[in-house]
Each structure stands twice: as C-alpha cells, then as structure tokens.
C-alpha cells in the first residue's frame, strides 16, 4: 500500500490522493490525483525497477508502430517497490472491429531483422527467455511451453499420463510448425479481454503488453481463450491480414499456453480446459 512517502516520491507536484483502482492480478494500481491532471500508476511490491522493463519496452515499441497505448511517463523504486507512471486515459465504448483491426496494424508490424525474440526478457510470472532466435519453435515450445510444463510437474499439478499426453502435443506441434512459415509480428504477448480499452472517443487502446517478435498466431489464440472478443473482431481482423490456411489447429497450440499458465497459477480448475485442448490438438 503506499503512503504519504509516495506523494513526496514521484515525480508529480501539487499530488491530492493515490486511490486504489482496479489493474489486474500482478499489480497493485492506483489513480494518481493532481488538481489539473490524472495519472495511472502501478506497483509490484518487493522488486526493483528493473520489474517494469519489459512492459516499458513493449509500449515503446507499440508507438513506434503507431499503436495507440498508454505514453510512458516515469518508472522507477520507492521504498523497495517498483513503479511505473503511465498516462491515465478516460474510458469509453468502442467497437470490437475497430479492435481487431488495431490488432492486424499490431502484426503487420516486422522485425526487420527476421529474429523472433524480444530486447527483454518476459514480463510474465515465469519469465520466459525472449533472446534473439530464428526460430519460432525455439522461441514457443522450448522456452515456454516447455518451461510450464515443467512448472506445472514441479507443483503436482500433472500426473506421469498427463505428461507423457504433453510430450505427444509437443511433438505434433513442432511438426505443425515446421511446416508452417511464421513470421516475427509484433505481438502483444497477452492479449485477453483485460488487456485493452476505449477512449471516450470510441477508439482502441491496447494495455499491459507482455510484447515480443512471434508469430502473430500466438495473440489470437490466447484471445479465444475467454470468450472476450467478438465475432466483429475476429471478422475485421481476417478481413485487414488474413490467416494462411490451417489456422484453426495452430490457434489451439496457443490456447493450450494460457490455460497452461493458469494450470500453474490458479491450480486445478484449470485442468479440464488444459487436457481437452491437448486431446483437440492430437485429434486433427
């Protein structure tokens, strides 16, 4: 929680309040108030600056891509929590097409270098390797999917079948992959229905980037995985940057990733989802 320290702390003049607000199940947020200005704020309690690199990283680049995202404006480490201000924007409606086409500009975004990866490590609660590699499989199975896995079996989540169930899923899908030509989109990393917003104005913004250079596949299939987005989205999407034919089974490959992350999360609530997923990948 922070305190009339934080106040004198942050680079803001003239602060009113820092009221807590809602922003997710890994930082604490708060509404930072100013007589003419509103900031946003978040903290992880318990870990340097170096925390928010990767999320700092990814809205940079999402600018340098003209997506529209929240502007950075300071991060840093008060009373040995890290921090991250960022621009506070009011909310409003917006349409779920103009989202999925906000998406596609996302990915038509190339790394001009044909490397898939990220200049930092993930944001997420395992913290994948994001270095610079050619392959995607590399990138996807060995250093994610793999690393929960392991996760997943460290914490009893998954007995001996089920792991032998995972290898087999394993092997199909780097199968699949290899004869699959992906290219390094800008991706957003976690792209379910917390992780954008409208302005009053009507348009999408895309929050909370866990972003990196992947196959543009991999943010549509986590998409699926609540039910957030519409068939507006999905359509307006196809319509600005169709997908190559044999998506519908990739996408799966996707969805077995955050069910799996969840498994490793929130425990066993998770398991049915995660272990249909497997048997739909082996079975077409």
Do not use: C
């Amino acid at each position: 929680m922070v305190n009339e320290n934080w106040k004198k702390s942050l680079p803001i003049s003239g602060i009113q309040e820092i009221k807590p607000v809602t922003g997710g199940d890994v930082n604490k947020a708060y509404q930072v108030l100013t007589a003419q200005d509103t900031y946003f704020l978040l903290v992880q309690p318990d870990h340097d600056k170096e925390f928010y690199a990767g999320e700092i990283a990814g809205l940079k680049m999402f600018q340098q891509a003209d997506i529209l995202s929240p502007e950075v404006l300071d991060s840093g480490e008060i009373d040995g929590d890290a921090y991250l201000l960022l621009e506070f924007i009011d909310q409003g409606v917006g349409s779920q097409a103009d989202l999925g086409r906000l998406v596609a500009k996302l990915h038509h975004y190339h790394n001009p270098n044909g490397q898939f990866g990220f200049s930092e490590s993930s944001s997420a609660t395992l913290r994948y390797d994001n270095s610079w590699t050619s392959s995607w499989s590399e990138l996807f199975v060995q250093r994610r999917l793999d690393r929960i896995a392991k996760a997943i079996m460290a914490n009893n989540l998954w007995n001996q079948r089920e792991q032998e169930q995972y290898n087999k899923v394993r092997q199909k899908i780097l199968l699949v992959l290899s004869q699959h030509d992906s290219k390094p989109s800008l991706v957003h990393g976690d792209l379910w229905g917390g992780n954008h917003l409208f302005t009053k104005s009507g348009q999408p913004v895309l929050i909370d980037p866990d972003a990196f250079f992947g196959d543009r596949e991999f943010d549509l299939g986590v998409s699926l995985v609540f039910n957030a987005f519409d068939n507006d989205f999905y359509q307006a999407y196809q319509k600005e940057y169709p997908l190559e034919d044999g998506y519908e089974l990739r996408l799966n490959f996707y969805k077995l990733y955050l069910l799996m992350v969840h498994l490793y999360k929130f425990g066993g609530i998770y398991a049915h989802g995660v272990n249909q997923t497997m048997r739909t990948i082996l079975e077409n």
